[in-house]
């Protein structure tokens, strides 16, 4: 985890990616996502199946986005905060944007891989920041180290409303869509990482969906060799297996039940099939506009995708305020 000389200190994040300025105009930004049909040394597809859109920042973005640790690590006031070039806070799941395109999406290190503090976002305070979670007054800590970079997907939320039918009726945790980066690198608390999803593993906590998208940094030297779940098994052998029994597991040392997994206990691949025409519809986001676009499914969808595609759509609902946000901080 990070460390702080001082009671307040800042640093340089490592932005693999771009940042949105908080409170600029926001604008749809599409992807093609398509057949599992690559060559080597590309990390993206090369046939086309369908088009998606995905809420992304229309503001000019800048990579001087900053990180300052306010307080002591593995104190009840310990904050990370996000600033962006001016000195202005910027809310990590709000305001980085989601997208890059290419099928790429920014990841934002709330858990270095090999730490066991149980950082998340404050989605109930301002801003945002990363902080250790607590029960009960005392700060949380996970049973054993994560052995992978752990955080979520800026601009998703998984709806507390909305039953997922796929997977067994299960509500949304009201968070942000977490991901498991399986890199070789261990990143920082606050990092901003371009990673390629591969596979989705859909955790039942406590009877919530709590969806754990499996992906790589593109900065990872094996990057290019993976592309789908298949593709793990064959150059990380076990590791899906491993992060599901992870997850199922660790609550078991302090007297609770094992986790459970839908669509049948497995990560789901890219081989989701979803016949379907959606009409085009666009919604205004506060500033922002969300564009549903006409999407023409006819085939094979990467499961992760839709995943990340429908959570950005109810955190755009959230934004919108067309879905209640309870204690969620909008800023």
């Not at 600033?83 to 099928?103: I, Q, R, Y």
Request: proline residues 6%.
């Amino acid at each position: 985890m990070a460390t702080a000389a001082t009671s307040s200190a800042t640093r340089f994040a490592t932005v693999s990616s771009t940042a949105a300025l908080h409170g600029l105009r926001s604008r749809s930004s599409s992807t093609c996502h398509r057949a599992s049909f690559f060559l080597p040394g590309r990390s993206t597809p090369i046939s086309l199946i369908s088009r998606r859109r995905f809420v992304a920042p229309s503001a000019l973005l800048k990579s001087d986005l900053r990180v300052k640790e306010d307080g002591q690590p593995e104190t009840l006031d310990y904050r990370v905060f996000f600033l962006d070039g001016s000195g202005k806070k910027v809310s990590p799941w709000h305001d980085v944007p989601l997208h890059l395109g290419d099928g790429v999406y920014n990841f934002i290190v709330e858990i270095p891989k090999g730490t066991s503090a149980k950082m998340e976002v404050a989605t109930d305070e301002a801003y945002t920041p990363i902080k250790q979670d607590t029960k009960k007054g005392k700060l949380r800590f996970y049973p054993y180290n994560i052995n992978w970079n752990y955080g979520l997907l800026p601009q998703t939320w998984e709806d507390p409303s909305f039953a997922n039918a796929e997977v067994e009726g299960a509500f949304g945790d009201n968070d942000p869509v977490d991901i498991v980066e399986i890199g070789e690198r261990r990143a920082n608390i606050g990092d901003i990482l371009k990673v390629k999803p591969l596979a989705a593993l859909a955790m039942i906590d406590e009877g919530e969906l709590d969806w754990k998208i499996v992906a790589i940094s593109l900065d990872d030297p094996r990057a290019s060799l993976v592309n789908d779940a298949d593709d793990v098994e064959k150059h990380f052998p076990g590791t899906l297996t491993a992060i599901r029994d992870w997850f199922r597991d660790y609550k078991i040392p302090d007297g609770k039940p094992a986790n459970k997994f839908g669509l049948g206990n497995k990560a789901a691949n890219k081989n989701h099939v979803q016949k379907a025409i959606l009409p085009v519809s666009v919604r205004p986001i506060g500033e922002a506009q969300v564009m549903s676009g006409v999407w023409a499914v006819s085939g094979c969808e990467e499961y992760a995708l839709k995943v990340i595609r429908e959570t950005n759509e109810s955190w755009a609902k959230l934004m919108k305020r067309s879905a209640p946000a309870g204690d969620l901080s909008l800023v």
